[in-house]
């Protein structure tokens, strides 16, 4: 029900836009977060969006680079991400959750109540 896609190879600096395409439920009704898995590694919560108030969290890391956004119209969330540098490079996966953005994004969360999709894969070469 989730899919997320954009990923690909970037230069140190560079920039890509990930999708996340939601079928099968209403948009409105969840919030949405991205989150990336490194090998060997948890997975982190990267940016998460309230559907309700518009609310963000994000990875501070990423803060003042990343972009999370929705358009609940076309069931569609994104992840603008600028300046990429190597350590970015992982597993870019999308959920939609009923829990809020900090919660979302915070580590050791689990909910089996979420869904969740395929990630798509972000290198970023030195």
């Known amino acids: 029900q989730l899919q997320a896609s954009g990923g690909g190879l970037v230069h140190t600096g560079g920039s890509l836009r990930l999708s996340c395409t939601v079928s099968?439920?209403?948009?409105?009704?969840?919030?949405v977060g991205w989150f990336r898995q490194f090998p060997g590694k948890a997975r982190e919560g990267v940016s998460c969006l309230s559907s309700v108030d518009g609310s963000t969290a994000y990875l501070g890391s990423v803060r003042g680079r990343f972009t999370i956004s929705r358009d609940a119209d076309r069931k569609m969330a994104y992840l603008q991400m600028n300046n990429l540098l190597p350590e970015d490079s992982a597993v870019y996966s999308c959920?939609?959750?009923?829990?809020?953005?900090?919660?979302?994004?915070?580590?050791?969360?689990?909910?089996?109540?979420?869904?969740w999709g395929p990630g798509t894969l972000v290198t970023v070469s030195s």
């Open positions: 959920a939609a959750s009923r829990s809020p953005p900090q919660l979302l994004c915070s580590d050791h969360y689990s909910n089996h109540d979420d869904y």
């Open positions: 099968g439920l209403t948009l409105d009704e969840y919030n």
